[in-house]
């Protein structure tokens, strides 16, 4: 399979408003849903499912944008938390950067870091920025046709943020689908080829400029109102959203739920502060309960 630099319906930026012979996404952001069974777990990813009393709510977002990377910790907690009663949609926004603006965005990426705790490697952006960030928008929009988009999002922020990989070709784009749980990886790669992909897509762009622009996201949409990163647990209590779960799980639960994780994501879920999850991570490490990664100035979290 040859790069995507190569194919021009996968390369180019999608401009224009795509054709309506395929389905689009929705025009409401919040709405009712049947009650269906909660998903079952997926290798540390968990599935949001939607319930009578649930909402939907639209997540502006971009695979490498770095803002949303540190919002991980708020996001992953209020999907267990409200797992049962949420459904999040990804609307991909494109940065549409290039490799001249690698250094610019290394400096965003430790910004970002130094303001969240997450951890980042920013030597992609310095030594092999990817082209765009379109391809990985286009490979989110692939996997939601199998419901794996919010896992399939979340490889390729490890990808970009930790794992100094591109990303923004066929071959790279099918080895993060392979890391994620269930990914039918022939479907996937058919639908990333396919124009009702790009059509999706292409709606993203669209909505994402009626909100802003990508420079506005990450942010929220909730029946049309926009909220901030860092308010969307506010905002969801505020509309009456129940929490679904028992309650704050420990830290070798936690890890159990969300797979790869970092100490900040830990510590959000938990409700405990770094420092005891830190030490707790460490005990677990020593009964050979839990195993670290060691990253550039960090560890990245999963069960042994």
């Known amino acids: 399979m040859e790069h995507l630099q190569g194919d021009g319906a996968l390369q180019r930026e999608v401009e ?15 709405q009712p849903v049947a009650r269906i069974e909660e998903c079952p777990r997926r290798s540390g990813h968990r599935s949001y499912c939607g319930a009578v009393s649930g909402v939907a709510v639209a997540y502006l977002t971009d695979p490498a944008c770095p803002l949303s990377w540190a919002g991980e910790p708020e996001l992953r907690r209020i999907a267990l938390e409200f797992g049962a009663t949420l459904r ?13 603006d690698g250094p610019q965005m290394a400096c965003a990426a430790l910004e970002a870091s130094a303001a969240s705790g997450m951890p980042v490697d920013p030597r992609l952006w310095l030594e092999r920025p990817p082209a765009s960030t379109n391809p990985a928008c286009l490979a989110v929009k692939a996997a939601a046709e199998q419901g794996l988009d919010g896992p399939m999002l979340r490889r390729l922020r490890e990808g970009f943020h930790l794992d100094c990989a591109p990303q923004d070709s066929a071959d790279g784009l099918l080895a993060a689908a392979r890391a994620v749980p269930g990914m039918d990886i022939v479907r996937f790669e058919i639908a990333l080829r396919s124009s009702a992909i790009v059509e999706a ?3 993203d762009v669209e909505r994402v400029a009626a909100a802003g622009g990508a420079s506005a996201t990450p942010c929220f949409l909730m029946a049309d109102v926009r909220v901030a990163p860092g308010g969307l647990r506010e905002a969801l209590l505020r509309a009456g ?32 502060s770094a420092p ?21 100035a960090a560890e990245l979290w999963s069960l042994a």
């Not at 679904?244 to 070798?252: A, R, T």
Request: charged share 25%; with cysteine; glycine share 14%.
């Open 16 to 30: 224009g408003a795509p054709d309506r012979g395929h389905a689009a996404a929705p025009d409401r952001f919040v």
């Open 88 to 100: 999040i949609e990804y609307v991909m926004a494109g940065l549409g950067r290039g490799p001249a």
């Open 201 to 203: 897509f292409g709606a």
């Open 241 to 272: 959203v129940e929490p679904s779960w028992s309650g704050e799980p420990d830290v070798e639960s936690a890890v159990g739920l969300l797979g790869r994780a970092c100490l900040p994501e830990l510590a959000a879920v938990t409700g405990l």
């Open 276 to 296: 005891r999850v830190a030490a707790e991570l460490w005990r677990l490490a020593g009964e050979w309960r839990v195993r670290p990664e060691r990253l550039l």
